[in-house]
């Protein structure tokens, strides 16, 4: 089973940056695509980012599109999340995805998920 490790999340006044790293333990069919998700306190948790690591086709939440950026690297294992211009809102454990698929124009989650991280914006 794939390991996802995440790192970067923290504690950010509204308008800064953070970036958020995920390595996978290695490559797989599952980590073709992978992504971010977020989750705050009694909500569901939802698609942020995705990116198909050998395509490079993205997707993006209409909420942050403009703000982030999903990037992966030369390798193919890792990718990041470059967040800027951050909200109060975007307040939320953020997590690691692996293994997503593309039915119609959705992505959907895949099984393998990283720990998460918290990310904190403050006004």
């Known amino acids: 089973q794939v390991r996802l490790v995440e790192s970067g999340g923290g504690l950010v006044q509204a308008g800064g940056s953070l970036r958020l790293s995920c390595v996978a333990s290695e490559r797989t069919p599952t980590t073709v695509r992978m992504g971010w998700f977020r989750q705050a306190p009694g909500q569901g948790r939802e698609l942020v980012a995705a990116i198909g690591l050998y395509s490079g086709v993205t997707r993006y939440a209409d909420s942050v599109k403009g703000r982030f950026t999903i990037s992966r690297d030369d390798a193919k294992s890792t990718v990041n999340l470059e967040m800027n211009s951050l909200k109060p809102e975007d307040t939320a454990v953020y997590y690691c995805?692996?293994?997503?698929?593309?039915?119609?124009?959705?992505?959907?989650?895949?099984?393998?998920w990283g720990q998460g991280t918290q990310v904190t914006v403050s006004s």
């Open positions: 995805n692996a293994g997503l698929t593309i039915e119609g124009a959705n992505w959907i989650a895949g099984n393998d």
